[in-house]
């Protein structure tokens, strides 16, 4: 028997099935053959990236109680997913249930009530001082929407991230080279299999509890290789120990066929963030507080996919007129 | 050497340092002493809940980037903490940090921008079938934190937790029986001592992982025989397995001297709970799905709550007219 790390096809076999998973794909399908069919910014279809945004959990009981989760308010790939909009990209926003949203970051974490008034006809609206960024975040919110440009599909556990994220991509793949990977979830490494899972919440009292998690398939390779062999592909590499940040970085541009890495610490990741092709590094940093880091970034890789398309199609396709 | 299970203090000691500690203590110190000496509603002080809500987490790494989590939405201790205001409490909300708060409860978890509308004039205001429900919303939260009866403490991991609930604990003994806790967040019962936590992210591609975990110390005796001995502690039991369910309510009452236990099951949590007495077990179902559940339940605490202030007192206090 293979396990399951070194065989994607036994992780999926054993996992816990999709919940609607025929609505799903049915939405997808849609999503993707309307919009690279659709007029893109320079001919051609309209481009269309997959951001992955916010962290896998892995169930330790299988009604599940408990879990083990990684650190992602997925504030990253919701800024991100407003500037590839912005850059006319379709965007698959695929995203951990309960993070961060798309036109939703000025949202306060807490005290959300301090941000209404009651004015002098008992009508609720919105604080004056708030004002303009909500309603600029309600119309940019709207227009991505009734454009069809937005499609959001949730996730919680990691058995749902990766049977989603094999479905996006098999789908994405009629893109060609159009399609974009912007894997900025934070995946779990390690799982316990669905099989070897205790049914019932584990009960305390015996003394310490030993656990012992395998590891999840390295599901880039299969991305690269089969899923989706044409698409433009992004990852990231979040690391607490800045000595080996770059090397992590260099292993998965390698070892994975990834095109970009961005390599981020988990210290400093909204200051400054390390783009790593085949041919440079170049640090962006944040220019000044009121501006999103992922501005620069989302410039750079839509330059970078637009010379890789060029060089896919055999020379640019021009703009039509 | 005393494992840290079996002796509080060396969990406490070796827990990083609480930030702020200071700063909380005061606001804890000066909300307490204005909310007992104010006039309550049967004469005396007034009474105070610390009501905890949402799930602790475990962190698997000093710089945390992976922890266990446990699944709480807070919505529990949100609504209850709105029924305990309305009850003429004053509460101490303790919650996760990102969980559910108090008079937030009808936001939605996504496409929150759904809620607003730009008006003829451009201004932002709710629309208009949301907006009796913000409107009372908003009513009620201003008037609970105009008036000072409602503190907000947050909290990520369980070594944050227990320290802000001791904080409260010692804190609140100085209101005697008007005292009470309502202890409804998911509580770890395993953590990984701070010193024997990996420094950095733990790196993957070694094989499987194996995590020993300890159990974290039962505070619930700690709380009940050394921080506040006269307060009214409920506490709750929530299993999957309804075999176990009163069995470990059982437990929990006798063995850590709860007034009362709230027992429930994770499929039917929101529909159905067991409030469990020395005395008696009595079901409560929710009547109709517009009813929140925690009224019915916050009525029959502080129902029992009373009765104790009256038995602690010898004889109860009148109303002074």
Not at 77 to 84: I, L, M, Q, V
Not at 176 to 195: K, Q
Not at 201 to 230: C, H
Request: proline share 4%; hydrophobic share 40%.
């Amino acid at each position: 028997m293979v396990a399951a790390e070194d065989n994607p096809e036994s992780f999926f076999a054993a996992a816990p099935p999709l919940r609607d998973a025929d609505a799903v794909a049915a939405r997808l399908g849609e999503f993707i053959a309307r919009n690279s069919s659709a007029a893109g910014a320079g001919g051609g279809g309209r481009r269309i990236v997959c951001v992955t945004s916010g962290g896998t959990t892995v169930p330790l009981e299988q009604r599940c109680v408990r879990y083990i989760d990684n650190f992602s308010s997925g504030h990253r790939g919701a800024a991100s997913t407003e500037y590839f909009l912005k850059a006319g990209y379709a965007v698959i926003f695929l995203h951990r249930r309960g993070s961060c949203q798309p036109y939703c970051r000025f949202l306060p974490d807490d005290s959300f009530l301090k941000f209404f008034d009651v004015d002098a006809e008992s009508k609720v609206q919105v604080a004056e001082c708030h004002a303009p960024v909500v309603k600029k975040a309600i119309g940019d919110y709207c227009k991505a929407i009734e454009g069809g440009y937005l499609l959001k599909l949730p996730f919680t556990t990691i058995f749902e991230y990766l049977q989603l994220l094999k479905m996006v991509a098999t789908s994405i793949s009629s893109a060609g080279p159009l399609g974009m990977f912007y894997l900025a979830a934070a995946v779990s490494d390690f799982y316990v299999p669905w099989d070897s899972m205790a049914k019932h919440k584990i009960q305390s009292g015996g003394g310490p509890l030993d656990m012992r998690l395998s590891q999840v398939p390295k599901m880039l390779s299969v991305l690269r290789n089969q899923w989706a062999p044409l698409a433009f592909c992004i990852s990231f590499k979040l690391e607490t120990d800045s000595d080996i940040l770059i090397q992590k970085a260099d292993m998965a541009l390698n070892k994975y066929k990834m095109n970009i890495v961005v390599a981020n610490l988990l210290a400093t990741y909204k200051e400054e963030v390390i783009i790593v092709t085949d041919k440079e590094r170049s640090t962006i940093r944040k220019m000044n507080k009121d501006e999103d880091l992922e501005m620069q970034i989302i410039k750079i890789l839509s330059q970078n996919h637009s010379k890789y398309i060029c060089g896919s199609t055999n020379g640019c396709v021009q703009s039509p007129d």
